[in-house]
């Protein structure tokens, strides 16, 4: 089993642009996490899924929007980059009311 | 202030050593994790627990519920065990300390 992937380990937008971050796992999880880790502060959930078709808004869910079609995947979008939205981004799953499974997380660079 | 307090924010120790590290939250939970993050950045899930006592290989974590204070140690500390230890709980949603960095030397 691969657990949890994300897609692209590394990338560096400029302002303005937009992109998607893809979350995947095999372990057939209903819930699935988005969050981002800057310096001095702890992970901040962004959005999370309890399920295919649902999402709901995290603590910063601004600027950000997800879907979750399929139970493996979890999408999160850029629509508009910032520099504000410069971070490391993990993605999670979790059986329901279990431990939580982290991907090897997204290096994005905003410019 | 945080809902999730850890201390230290960061430690040194010699190897072998026994170390402790600390989480304090504020909040109502059905259970509390704690994570380690290694240099290269990923995140694996060490416990969780909801009361008492867990014991993996040479980590322990303990939790007090009524005094909402969780405890995570290590014996016999290697370099390996260098990382960052975060401690999360389970609320409404998950909430995560800062971490606590530790740096473990030969």
């Not at chain 1, 372990?27 to 959930?45: C, I, S, V």
């Not at chain 1, 850029?78 to 059986?95: G, I, N």
């Not at chain 2, 939970?29 to 899930?45: E, K, N, R, T």
Request: with cysteine; aromatic share 8%; hydrophobic share 35%.
């Amino acid at each position: 089993n691969a657990g949890v992937t994300q897609t692209p380990k590394f990338r560096v937008l400029k302002t303005g642009q937009s992109m998607t971050l893809l979350c995947a796992q095999d372990m057939n999880h209903e819930y699935m996490y988005w969050y981002r880790q800057d310096p001095g502060m702890g992970l901040r959930l962004i959005h999370y899924s309890v399920g295919e078709g649902t999402t709901a808004k995290g603590e910063v869910p601004d600027g950000y929007n997800v879907s979750r079609l399929k139970k493996q995947n979890f999408l999160l979008g850029l629509e508009s980059a910032a520099p504000s939205q410069t971070s490391v981004y993990f993605c999670a799953s979790s059986p329901i009311l279990g431990e939580q499974y982290f991907g090897p997380g997204t290096r994005l660079t905003v410019t | 202030k945080n809902e999730v307090e850890q201390s230290p924010q960061n430690l040194t120790a010699q190897e072998g050593e026994f170390i402790t590290i600390n989480c304090s939250y504020s909040v109502g939970i059905s259970a509390l994790h704690w994570l380690q993050q290694h240099p290269g950045g990923g995140i694996v899930s060490l416990f969780m627990l909801s009361s008492g006592k867990k014991k993996h290989g040479r980590l322990i974590a303990t939790i007090n519920i009524q005094e909402k204070h969780s405890s995570l140690h290590i014996t016999a500390s290697h370099p390996r065990d260098s990382a960052v230890y975060i401690c999360a709980v389970s609320a409404d949603k998950l909430i995560f300390g800062t971490g606590t960095r530790l740096q473990v030397f030969p």
